[in-house]
């Protein structure tokens, strides 16, 4: 694994990561003005931000917004591990955490009511989108798999349950003509457990949607070497593009891995959600910061390079929440 990887994980997540279980309702920040004109100035209180596994970037760059947001406004932030998308938005609703990263199409089918929230339409809004996730499906060079198709009857990590890798793993397999309950023998595995997984031979492969690089598949590279390669995946982009527009074409480049080519995929922009009764100082602030002082979250992991202004209204379905709306000037 990088060192540089370790490095930034243990300096940024050493703020205030705290475990999932440990989490519960916290202290909301109270609202900084009138609901029509809210300044752009956070007020005291705590929030709790949902992020992802321990292995994955949500959870590194979570931990780099929280000490980013505690450092420069009143509120003071903890950043949590967790499944995930869907159990992320579950439970931002539920009123355990405050602010919450989700990939875009797990939000669309929230605010739709379609998915995993069928009949239950989720009241949520966006801050800003962020950097996109790209799809990267490894897999044992000895497992016989060459394309999604040929997953039939291997052991394949589908990434933890309620997770937006659980939801775009599924819908792969879909597309590629494949029952995801009964044509493949799917792992609901964390990050953790599908590394260990691929180094010892229990699964024959894996699909993980994160930033670029996640150190997880970077530790299961570096181990196994040429006994893993990664697949292209794009012939299933016409067909997931037909279920939700937002997948699009992407490229996992060859120095990311240490891969002799670079690598066609498909990725999907990521969001940092809220309530729709998140105070609208609160937001405007933390959205302003996000792009203020971008180059520190830079330096807890590069994936933040792809957050870019011009894109962060760019949440549809999704509604932008007012307090950003002001930030950005939209």
């Given at each position: ?82 499944g ?22 797990t ?13 239950k ?11 996109p ?5 490894l ?29 775009i ?5 879909t ?9 493949v ?66 490229v ?16 999907v ?10 105070p ?22 590069p ?19 007012p ?5 950005l000037?939209?």
């Open positions: 694994m990088r060192s540089w990887t370790l490095k930034v994980a243990v300096g940024a997540l050493s703020v205030g990561l705290v475990a999932a279980g440990c989490g519960g309702k916290q202290t909301p920040a109270a609202s900084s003005g009138d609901p029509g004109g809210a300044a752009c100035e956070a007020a005291d209180g705590r929030i709790t931000i949902a992020t992802g596994n321990s292995g994955g970037v949500y959870y590194v760059v979570g931990g780099g917004l929280a000490k980013l947001i505690s450092d420069n406004t009143k509120l003071k932030a903890t950043a949590a591990e967790t995930a998308s869907v159990q992320n938005i579950q439970q931002l609703v539920a009123g355990d955490y405050d602010m919450a990263f989700s990939l875009a199409d939000a669309a089918d929230a605010v739709a009511g379609k998915g995993a929230f069928e009949g339409p989720q009241q949520v809004q966006a801050l800003t989108r962020l950097y996730n790209y799809t990267q499906v897999v044992r060079a000895d497992s016989g798999i060459d394309s999604v198709a040929d997953m039939r009857g291997k052991r394949i990590s589908t990434g933890s349950p309620k997770s937006g890798t659980e939801v793993a599924q819908r792969l397999l597309a590629a003509g494949l029952n995801p309950e009964t044509d023998q799917a792992q609901r595995l964390d990050l953790a457990k599908t590394a260990d997984g691929m180094k010892d031979g229990s699964i024959d492969g894996l699909v993980w949607s994160g930033g670029l690089p996640t150190a997880q598949i970077t530790d299961i590279t570096t181990s196994l070497k040429d006994q893993v390669k990664f697949i292209d995946i794009t012939p299933q982009l016409d067909a997931l593009k037909k279920v939700n527009e937002v997948y699009d074409q992407g996992i480049p060859a120095a990311t891995y240490g891969q002799p080519a670079d690598v066609p995929t498909v990725a922009p990521n969001v940092l959600l809220v309530r729709a009764d998140f609208e100082g609160d937001a405007c602030a933390v959205t302003k910061l996000i792009y203020e002082k971008k180059s520190e979250l830079e330096a807890v992991h994936a933040a390079k792809d957050i870019r202004q011009e894109k962060a209204g760019m949440t549809d379905p999704v509604p932008l929440h307090g950003s709306l002001d930030a000037g939209e």
